[in-house]
């Protein structure tokens, strides 16, 4: 089955700066990368997702690349605003899978201090 | 907008007791997920329905159980219940046909097995 590894688990970044999370896959047939944010005790929230068409997805500061021969994606999040910090997670969805059914990453927990 | 629903949001039970989660998709969505989430740990796919029918299963005990309803409503139930089972757990729904792809989670359940 698909494993996704993610890396840093902990990213402190002061107010302002950027932020950078990386994922890797191991599936190449996968085709869907949500990431999600977590706030403590909630429920995960879709904050941008990429298809496999698709090498890179912008929506305000928050983008995600994808970079299929390598098999990794990334979350770059600019002007890091301290409603930011939460934990992190990137997933990755076969296309034989619905797109619900997610092979997700360890978590990054983001703090961002002002 | 509507949102996913899960009842109950906490539940306290004791070990060997059952225990029965509900949720409610987002209309129109025709697929329902059961995710558990461990303490600091990333959200692991249980099991999925489409059209009332198990569509996938994950790291799913034996002991559990699901099953989704005419209404598209569905339910987990839980035997045997043991002191490892204390997570989160999430309903997700997604609308393959109408509404498109992106999973949207519930609020949660909050399981205590004490």
């Known amino acids: 089955g698909e494993n996704v590894e993610q890396h840093p688990s902990t990213l402190s970044v002061q107010e302002g700066d950027s932020a950078v999370i990386k994922c890797t896959y191991s599936d190449s047939a996968s085709n869907y990368f949500p990431w999600y944010k977590q706030e403590l005790g909630k429920r995960p929230q879709l904050i941008i997702d990429?298809?496999?068409?698709?090498g890179e997805k912008k929506d305000q500061r928050i983008a995600v690349t994808l970079n299929k021969t390598a098999k990794h994606f990334s979350l770059h999040i600019t002007e890091t605003q301290p409603e930011d910090s939460a934990v992190y997670f990137c997933?990755?969805?076969?296309?034989?899978?619905?797109?619900?059914?997610?092979?997700f990453g360890a978590g990054t927990q983001v703090v961002v201090t002002p | 907008a509507a949102g996913v629903i899960q009842s109950p949001r906490h539940l306290i039970k004791e070990k060997r007791e059952t225990a029965t989660l509900k949720c409610y998709p987002i209309?129109?969505?025709?697929?329902v997920y059961w995710y558990q989430q461990g303490p600091g740990q990333d959200p692991q796919f249980l099991i999925s329905f489409y059209e009332k029918m198990q569509s996938d299963k994950g790291s799913i005990p034996d002991r559990f159980s699901a099953q989704q309803f005419s209404d598209y409503h569905s339910e987990l139930n839980m035997s045997s219940l043991e002191l490892g089972d204390s997570a989160l757990y999430f309903c997700?729904?997604?609308?393959?046909?109408?509404?498109?792809?992106?999973?949207?989670f519930g609020q949660g359940t909050r399981l205590t097995v004490v």
């Open positions: 990429i298809r496999s068409n698709v």
């Open positions: 209309p129109r969505h025709d697929t």
């Open positions: 997700a729904s997604s609308g393959r046909q109408v509404v498109g792809t992106e999973a949207f």
């Open positions: 997933a990755a969805s076969l296309p034989t899978d619905s797109w619900g059914k997610l092979q």
